[in-house]
């Protein structure tokens, strides 16, 4: 305690001024600090508050590192996926491309024609390619079908020649036709004569008669009339098959009667010589058949004449039955109906049905059956080449063909080989260079020592007790490669035999990319949550540290006016504190 004394106004300026002072230096304090409470001292609750919340922020600023990093490992793996994801999808381009490859070898074999007396004709066996074991398929087959046989030996048609009538007139006696009537007919056509009934007439005078009727009716340009030495001719224009007929009431009384001996007529009958247009014409189903002299010389001649006028494509065949007759008969089972028509239609009996006839296989056939054999589908393909059977390889590896004669298809016993695919071959190695990449490719997806495509666990924690976090790992915590994505370990060529393969493997291959995107969905949610966590810590230290600021900080404004009114008032009490020390010193001034 001092020992001096102050006066009163003195010391009560001395109290104002120290006040001031000790304010001036607070607010100067916060002015340099910023903080308008800058230790418990100042104010305990907000001091206490803030910490508490600064505490909390930093807990949670230290959290965003690992969730950054969780950002990055998860932005690794989706790398990874995506880079697996085009792997996949260039393995399913390869074999799209070998799907639409077909560049398949083929060869295209003849099918000869089959006596169907010989129904005993085997297999069509294939073997090899993307076959298993060996698959025959028949060349025969039962049917029903129509045939015909000639109703008598064959005989092979006459020489050429028109057909005539000679009629011996009542042994030249012209009174004794008189008034007579009668009619010739030939070729379905005939001509009626009446003679003139007047005794005084000559044959002469009914040879004009005769031939003015007969250019008149239907016969007229078919048939020709002469009289010679008291017989009345009728003549064929043309060399056509047929007979000159006589008929009508007086028809033996003017042209003779029908001589008991063709080969030697006697005096009063008549004598005809059938005309012949010196071959068989009839027509088989509308196709006509035509044999002479010389193409139906003789029945082997005459079969082979039939079978060439028929056709490669034919439906029918003639063939050689006993008895030196020919046979028609069906090759085909829907050969139809058996018609014969045409002029010499008559050589052939009405046909019959058999329902056990024996039918070699056409080529449209054999195509229908390899195709549809469950054992050769999507193996081989079968077509028709202008009558060959094609074969198709729709393999890699060659492909055996058993029962073939020298290109053509026998029953025999001969083997045709059809190489592989060279293209699918090349695009199974591709696929297998792509496949090792998959696993490459999961292996390189890792950050800072960790890698979720290898089934990595990623925890995260959001909050500062740890009690909100994520786990993040793939499913059932598997690896992401090849193996456990189904993708075959080694493609080989052969897996690439046929389409239906190559169906089968791609289903795996969509499988495998549904699978990666799957995971890569995962991870994008997962990342997404992580992200919106790290948005929201972010926010929260933000919140926190703004909130401990509300409690601490200073208002610079405020403390600025503070500082410079204090100024001001520290100013005035100096001056106030001078003034009182004056009045002191007025006393010293009376002492002198």
Same mark, same amino acid.
């Given at each position: 305690?001092?020992?001096?004394s102050? !006066?009163?106004?003195?010391?009560?300026?001395?109290?104002s001024?120290?006040?001031t002072a000790?304010l001036m230096?607070?607010?100067?304090d916060?002015?340099a600090t910023g903080n308008?409470?800058?230790?418990?001292l100042?104010?305990p609750?907000?001091w @206490?508050?803030?910490?508490g919340?600064? $505490?909390?922020?930093?807990?949670?600023?230290?959290?965003?590192d690992?969730?950054?990093?969780?950002?990055?490992?998860?932005e690794?793996?989706?790398?990874?996926?995506?880079a697996?994801t085009?792997t996949?999808?260039?393995?399913?381009?390869?074999?799209r491309?070998?799907?639409?490859d077909k560049?398949?070898?083929?060869? !295209?074999?003849?099918?000869?024609?089959v006596?169907?007396?010989?129904?005993?004709?085997?297999? #069509?066996?294939?073997?090899?390619?993307a076959? +298993?074991n060996?698959?025959g398929?028949?060349?025969i087959?039962?049917?029903?079908?129509?045939?015909s046989?000639?109703?008598?030996?064959?005989?092979?048609?006459?020489?050429?020649?028109?057909?005539?009538l000679?009629?011996?007139? &009542? =042994?030249?006696?012209a009174?004794?036709?008189?008034?007579?009537? @009668?009619?010739?007919?030939?070729?379905?056509k005939?001509a009626?004569?009446?003679?003139a009934a007047n005794?005084?007439?000559?044959?002469?005078?009914?040879e004009?008669?005769?031939?003015?009727?007969? %250019?008149?009716s239907?016969?007229?340009?078919?048939?020709?009339?002469?009289?010679t030495?008291?017989?009345?001719t009728? +003549?064929?224009?043309?060399?056509v098959d047929?007979e000159?007929t006589?008929g009508g009431?007086?028809?033996?009384a003017?042209?003779?009667?029908?001589?008991a001996?063709?080969?030697?007529?006697?005096?009063?009958?008549?004598? !005809?010589t059938?005309?012949?247009?010196?071959?068989?014409?009839?027509a088989?189903?509308?196709?006509?058949?035509?044999?002479?002299?010389?193409?139906?010389?003789?029945?082997?001649?005459?079969?082979?004449?039939i079978?060439?006028?028929?056709?490669?494509?034919?439906?029918?065949?003639?063939?050689?039955?006993?008895?030196?007759?020919i046979g028609?008969?069906?090759?085909a089972?829907?050969?139809?109906?058996?018609s014969?028509?045409g002029a010499?239609?008559a050589?052939?009996?009405?046909p019959?049905t058999s329902?056990?006839?024996?039918?070699?296989?056409?080529?449209?056939?054999?195509?229908?059956?390899?195709?549809?054999?469950?054992n050769?589908?999507?193996?081989?393909?079968?077509?028709n080449?202008?009558?060959k059977?094609?074969i198709?390889n729709?393999?890699t590896?060659?492909?055996?063909?058993?029962g073939?004669?020298?290109?053509?298809?026998t029953?025999?016993v001969?083997?045709a080989n059809?190489?592989? $695919?060279?293209?699918?071959t090349?695009? &199974?190695s591709q @696929? $297998?260079?792509?496949?090792?990449?998959?696993?490459?490719?999961a292996?390189?997806?890792s950050f800072n020592?960790?890698?979720l495509?290898?089934?990595d666990k #990623?925890?995260?924690? @959001? =909050?500062?007790?740890?009690?909100?976090?994520?786990?993040?790992?793939?499913?059932? *915590?598997?690896?992401?490669?090849a193996?456990?994505? *189904?993708?075959?370990?080694?493609?080989d060529?052969?897996? #690439?035999?046929?389409?239906v393969s190559i169906?089968?493997?791609l289903?795996?291959?969509?499988?495998?990319?549904?699978?990666?995107?799957?995971? %890569?969905?995962?991870?994008g949610?997962n #990342?997404?949550?992580?992200?919106?966590?790290q948005?929201?810590?972010k926010?929260?230290?933000?919140?926190?540290?703004?909130?401990? *600021?509300?409690?601490?900080?200073?208002d610079?404004?405020?403390? &600025?006016?503070?500082?410079?009114a204090?100024?001001?008032?520290?100013?005035?009490s100096q001056?106030?504190?001078?003034?009182? !020390?004056?009045?002191?010193?007025?006393?010293?001034?009376l002492?002198?």
């Open positions: 305690m001092s020992d001096i102050l !006066s009163k106004a003195v010391r009560s300026n001395l109290l001024l120290q006040g000790e230096s607070k607010t100067q916060r002015l308008k409470v800058n230790s418990a100042d104010n609750s907000n @206490f508050t803030a910490q919340l600064n $505490n909390r922020a930093s807990d949670l600023g230290a959290l965003l690992s969730m950054a990093n969780g950002v990055q490992t998860l690794a793996a989706d790398n990874g996926l995506t697996m085009k996949l999808e260039s393995m399913q381009s390869t074999l491309q070998a799907r639409q560049s398949f070898q083929t060869t !295209s074999l003849e099918l000869t024609k006596d169907a007396n010989d129904p005993l004709l085997g297999k #069509l066996s294939f073997s090899g390619g076959v +298993t060996t698959v398929v028949d060349l087959k039962t049917g029903s079908g129509q045939s046989v000639m109703a008598a030996k064959y005989e092979p048609p006459a020489a050429a020649g028109e057909a005539t000679v009629g011996d007139v &009542a =042994n030249n006696d009174a004794a036709v008189a008034g007579k009537t @009668f009619s010739v007919s030939f070729g379905g005939t009626t004569f009446t003679l005794a005084g007439n000559t044959l002469a005078d009914w004009d008669q005769i031939e003015e009727t007969l %250019a008149d239907d016969l007229g340009g078919k048939v020709t009339f002469s009289s030495g008291g017989k009345f009728f +003549t064929a224009v043309n060399e047929g000159i006589v009431a007086d028809a033996d003017v042209m003779g009667t029908v001589p001996d063709p080969t030697a007529p006697a005096a009063g009958e008549r004598v !005809s059938a005309g012949s247009d010196g071959k068989h014409e009839f088989i189903n509308g196709k006509k058949i035509t044999l002479d002299t010389t193409t139906g010389a003789d029945v082997a001649t005459a079969i082979t004449t079978n060439a006028q028929l056709g490669a494509d034919r439906k029918f065949e003639a063939y050689s039955e006993t008895g030196g007759k028609l008969r069906a090759i089972d829907d050969a139809g109906a058996l014969v028509t010499d239609a050589l052939f009996a009405a019959t329902t056990t006839m024996k039918f070699a296989r056409s080529t449209d056939e054999l195509v229908v059956a390899i195709n549809a054999d469950p050769l589908m999507g193996k081989i393909r079968a077509s080449d202008n009558g059977l094609r198709e729709q393999s590896k060659t492909l055996d063909i058993e073939l004669t020298t290109g053509k298809i029953g025999g001969g083997v059809v190489t592989g $695919n060279s293209v699918r090349g695009l &199974a @696929f $297998n260079e792509l496949r090792d990449q998959l696993d490459k490719l292996d390189d997806a020592g960790i890698n495509l290898r089934g #990623l925890t995260i924690t @959001f =909050n500062e007790t740890g009690t909100s976090s994520i786990d993040i790992q793939t499913k059932d *915590g598997l690896t992401v490669n193996a456990n994505l *189904g993708v075959p370990t080694s493609m060529p052969e897996d #690439l035999d046929s389409d169906d089968a493997l289903a795996e291959m969509k499988t495998a990319l549904d699978q990666v995107r799957s995971q %890569a969905s995962s991870f949610s #990342l997404s949550i992580v992200e919106n966590r948005k929201f810590t926010s929260m230290v933000d919140t926190l540290q703004t909130g401990a *600021g509300n409690l601490t900080l200073a610079m404004n405020e403390e &600025a006016a503070n500082l410079l204090l100024q001001t008032r520290q100013q005035l001056n106030s504190l001078s003034l009182a !020390s004056q009045a002191d010193q007025s006393i010293l001034q002492l002198r």
